[in-house]
Nanobody, 114 residues
């Protein structure tokens, strides 16, 4: 079955960077568009970015545009989110998502605080 395992979260100071990873298995990764979502404490889940199946199409939420970069390695079945210039409002649990199947990972916590 579809399995998505996020990693790379942690505590970082404002202005810092983190790179999230999502290891995918159980499906033909290179045939599916992928997304990142996040959920801050007390808030609903928010779309962050998505990427087409071959990586040529990328879209970002306005709140992260020019700071975050989504990428993928289809040979390794890996999805990434490079996060730069992090702000306290980026604090959330970040989730890997397969829109076409509705599958979610377990999430990885990102905390931006001094």
């Amino acid at each position: 079955q579809v399995q998505l395992v996020e990693s790379g979260g942690g505590l970082v100071q404002p202005g810092g960077s983190l790179r999230l990873s999502c290891a995918a298995s159980g499906f033909t990764f290179g045939s599916y568009a992928m997304s990142w979502y996040r959920q801050a404490p007390g808030k609903g889940r928010e779309w962050v970015a998505n990427i087409g199946s071959i990586g040529s199409s990328r879209n970002y939420a306005d709140s992260v545009k020019d700071r975050f970069t989504i990428s993928r390695d289809n040979a390794k079945a890996m999805l990434y989110l490079q996060m730069n210039s992090l702000k306290p409002e980026d604090t959330a649990v970040y989730y890997c998502h397969v829109p076409r199947s509705g599958s979610w990972g377990q999430g990885t916590q990102v905390t931006v605080s001094s």
